[in-house]
């Protein structure tokens, strides 16, 4: 093994005496100066061989957190457990394994095709006094830093196919040891907590070719970060998911995250403050992650005047599910983020950085939305959950009641057919009743529903046809009023 312990102290003792040289600089005239500097770097040079790349926590100077810096530390995290004396833990939730990183000026020894190179943890403290007109986020008054350091002669295999190795390994390690994390934006910055949605694509009640139709978009999207790359596109991918309340929108993102094990960042709209805002958000959200926009027609004035045309032609149905999500649509439009400020968040050129990320809006009101937002390019997939069909029943069935079939079903699949029910309504209807744990009581439970349902809408309509023609006999006709 190399020791650089030698050259230190050689190069400290050339370091001090071009310290004296430095003091005595200015008495000397220019050019000497600039003489002694140029000989001074080639001795410490000669006398110390070694290169070191600083990586800091934060980069650029809002401040954020860089993602190199993350993955070397979860690289060095794993590879100290046997090295640095000093180690800071934290468990992953849900992960058998522990999740060590290196505390503060602790070394560690890596070596690489027969190269050694060392690592240290530095931590310096910058005493800010001023304030920065820049607003510095999530940041202590220590700056922390990696100092990789190697021989110079070793330059192309460290600077590429070892660093390299770093950051990939870094990843792979967190994606095989991390909970996955939910994040919500608050006063322009994200919270989290742990992301533990039980949805999956087996839970999904879904049609099984749409189902595998998604998966196997997400999964190719995931695994193919070459193609992105060779075709000149950002590796992310738009998915824009309407339909009715209660049809498994959000059931669909949790599925989504746990298929790609990616967090999720719940991004609401009307609590960011403009388009600068945003951007910032967008700085720091990682790679593996979905960034989800709920209610997209409701977060902000987006739709211009189509929006306000079409509240004046509201449908029936539209009433109803307003009514039943207890005024979702109330209480916006504070943000001063544009629909061009949210274009460019979705692919501008700042949503290039990290890579590796899934967009998702989500709505009831597609139709409300403007093109620009959701044209093909922007929002790849354009996906419609709908009301319950007999196949997504099924699912559901197994899901709560543990059946794959009965004598109920082909009078349900009828039923389902003539009336409009979501998956939630189905769902609702099977997990009350699941506590009599009989199968049958259920279905006929769910029966009974959908049949009041259909009675219900039934009478509306009746009456609604009969107020209408009786406004039409009240009103005075042309012609006959005087
Ligand atoms: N397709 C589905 N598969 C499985 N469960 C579903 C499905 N749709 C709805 N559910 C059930 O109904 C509940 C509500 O569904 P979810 O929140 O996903 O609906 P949504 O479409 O997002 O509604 P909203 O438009 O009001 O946000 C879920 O907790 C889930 O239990
Ligand atoms: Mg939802």
Redesign the pocket.
């Known amino acids: 093994m190399e020791s650089r312990d030698m050259f230190g102290n050689v190069g400290s003792m050339v370091g001090s005496a071009m310290f004296m040289w430095a003091m005595f600089q200015n008495h000397f005239p220019q050019r000497l100066g600039d003489f002694i500097g140029r000989y001074y770097q080639k001795l410490v040079n000669f006398f110390y061989p070694y290169i070191e790349i600083t990586f800091d926590e934060f980069t650029g100077k809002w401040g954020v957190r860089s993602e190199a810096y993350k993955d070397i530390q979860t690289y060095l995290g794993y590879k100290s457990t046997r090295q640095a004396s000093k180690l800071k833990g934290g468990l992953v939730k849900n992960s058998r394994s522990l999740v060590l990183g290196i505390d503060d000026h602790e070394e560690v020894v890596d070596v690489f095709q027969g190269v050694q190179v060392w690592w240290i943890s530095g931590k310096q403290n910058l005493n800010r006094k001023s304030i920065s007109i820049y607003p510095v986020r999530g940041q202590s008054n220590d700056r922390r830093y990696y100092t990789l350091t190697f021989h110079k002669r070793h330059w192309d295999l460290i600077s590429g196919p070892y660093l390299n190795y770093v950051l990939r390994e870094g990843k792979a390690l967190k994606g095989r040891n991390r909970q996955k994390k939910l994040y919500t934006n608050k006063e322009g910055e994200w919270n989290w907590v742990a992301f533990e949605h039980p949805?999956t694509f087996e839970?999904?009640?879904?049609e099984p070719e749409k189902k595998e139709e998604i998966m196997e978009d997400l999964i190719a999207f995931s695994k193919n970060e070459e193609y992105y790359r060779r075709i000149g596109r950002a590796w992310k991918r738009g998915y824009l998911l309407y339909?009715?309340?209660?049809?498994?929108?959000?059931?669909?993102i949790a599925a989504m995250a746990n298929l790609l094990n990616y967090d999720v960042y719940d991004l609401e709209l009307t609590g960011v403050e403009n388009n600068t805002e945003l951007k910032m958000l967008l700085m720091e959200i990682s790679s593996k992650s979905i960034i989800v926009i709920?209610?997209i027609d409701c977060s902000l004035d987006l739709t211009g005047q189509r929006k306000k045309a079409a509240t004046y032609e509201d449908s029936e149905e539209e009433e109803d599910e307003k009514e039943k999500?207890g005024g979702k649509e109330k209480g916006t439009k504070t943000s001063k983020v544009t629909l061009s400020g949210l274009l460019n968040f979705i692919d501008g050129l700042w949503s290039a950085c990290g890579g590796e990320r899934v967009v998702v809006f989500?709505t009831?009101h597609v139709e409300k939305l403007d093109q620009a937002l959701i044209r093909k390019g922007r929002m790849d997939k354009h996906i419609e959950?709908s009301y319950c069909s007999f196949e997504?029943f099924k699912?559901?069935a197994r899901?709560y009641l543990n059946v794959e079939s009965h004598h109920l079903f082909p009078k349900i699949s009828e039923l389902l057919r003539e009336v409009d029910m979501?998956?939630?309504d189905v769902?609702e209807h099977l997990t009350t009743k699941t506590l009599m744990k009989d199968a049958g009581i259920c279905l006929e439970g769910l029966i009974s529903a959908i049949q009041r349902k259909t009675e219900a809408r039934l009478k509306k309509k009746l009456s609604a046809k009969g107020a209408k023609s009786s406004r039409k006999n009240d009103r005075p006709r042309k012609g006959l009023s005087h």
Not at 245 to 250: A, C, D, N, R
């Open positions: 949805a839970t999904l009640a879904l339909g009715p309340p209660g049809t498994g929108k959000s059931t669909l709920e209610d999500k989500t009831n959950l997504a699912v559901l899901n979501t998956p939630a769902a």
